[in-house]
């Protein structure tokens, strides 16, 4: 999994409550279990027309906006299905954190084991933060997880918490995989002792 220590990038505002994740990426996404590729999917039924061609005035389609890294959403982001296939298609299309004043549980924890920060913010932080994303590539947040703030481009500084744990695991890029091979010597010394005492297994 990706580090993520500090992002530097153009933040998009998606001023839209309980966007689940069938909005995020439909159903008809859902066949592949590659994590890559999905991102064409995002948001699609928003994004593109009934002809397929792309809705110009969809937010992440507006050339300020087309590669934006950050997310400014409204509140319950997340909410529906289970779905892992939603922080993957966000990941795929480049964005790595996600701010709004509430997610759905299950997305908050998926985000996590898949590189995303999902941070959340009061809404009067979250007016501020609309704002300052609504200036479009001219103004950029930086997300410092090492010191927990998101800094806006006129120097405003807005803080946040996270779980110790999740922050670590992010930091030093540890998805479920990487947080077992960190314990690989244990492991292999208890397979070389469990062979000794049971030969016969």
Not at 68 to 95: Q, Y
Request: hydrophobic share 40%.
């Amino acid at each position: 999994m990706e580090k993520f220590t500090i992002l530097e990038g153009v933040a998009a505002p998606l001023k839209l409550v309980n966007v689940d994740t069938d909005m995020i990426i439909p159903k008809q996404y859902l066949k592949t279990i590659k994590r890559t590729g999905l991102g064409t999917g995002l948001f699609s039924e928003m994004r593109y027309n009934e002809d397929g061609s792309q809705n110009p005035d969809f937010i992440l389609h507006q050339p300020a906006y087309r590669n934006a890294k950050i997310l400014v959403a409204g509140d319950n982001f997340g909410c529906g299905s289970s779905r892992e296939h939603a922080p993957w298609a966000l990941l795929d299309f480049g964005i790595r954190c996600i701010i709004s004043t509430s997610f759905a549980d299950i997305f908050y924890n998926n985000c996590f084991k898949n590189g995303i920060l999902p941070i959340v913010v009061s809404q009067e932080d979250l007016d501020k933060l609309f704002d300052d994303a609504e200036r479009g590539a001219n103004a950029t947040l930086t997300i410092d997880l090492p010191n927990q703030e998101i800094r806006g481009p006129d120097g405003g500084v807005v803080r946040f918490e996270v779980d110790p744990f999740r922050k670590r695991c992010l930091i030093e890029g540890l998805d479920d995989i990487g947080l077992t091979l960190e314990k690989v010597e244990h492991i292999d010394s208890f397979e070389a002792t469990n062979s000794d005492a049971h030969p016969w297994r």
